[in-house]
């Protein structure tokens, strides 16, 4: 998943500012969208089970599949790796 947030502490003269949240948030999200460094039992194992907190209630949806999602966007959470998406690049579907 890309960073979000990176320029926070450098534009505020500030570097590291929210790191702490920063990574919480981004291991959240990464839980979210299955990435297997980031299960609900390695989450709690480095005691950041507040990370999991109302886990259910913001989860993705059910309009589609978590793998459905993965191949349409052609993100690959076991090798951290985004392809390249032609639909994006050229805005065509097919």
Not at 9 to 27: H, K
Not at 33 to 54: A, C, F
Not at 82 to 93: D, N, V
Request: with cysteine; proline share 3%.
């Amino acid at each position: 998943l890309p960073k979000f947030w990176e320029s926070v502490g450098r534009d505020s003269g500030r570097p590291n500012l929210n790191t702490r949240l920063q990574a919480r948030t981004l291991r959240r999200i990464k839980h979210m969208v299955g990435y297997p460094t980031d299960t609900s039992e390695l989450i709690k194992q480095d005691g950041d089970g507040i990370v999991l907190t109302d886990y259910t209630h913001y989860a993705l949806g059910t309009v589609r599949t978590a793998e459905e999602y993965f191949n349409f966007t052609r993100i690959d959470v076991i090798n951290q790796q985004c392809k390249h998406m032609q639909w994006c690049t050229k805005g065509e579907l097919e």
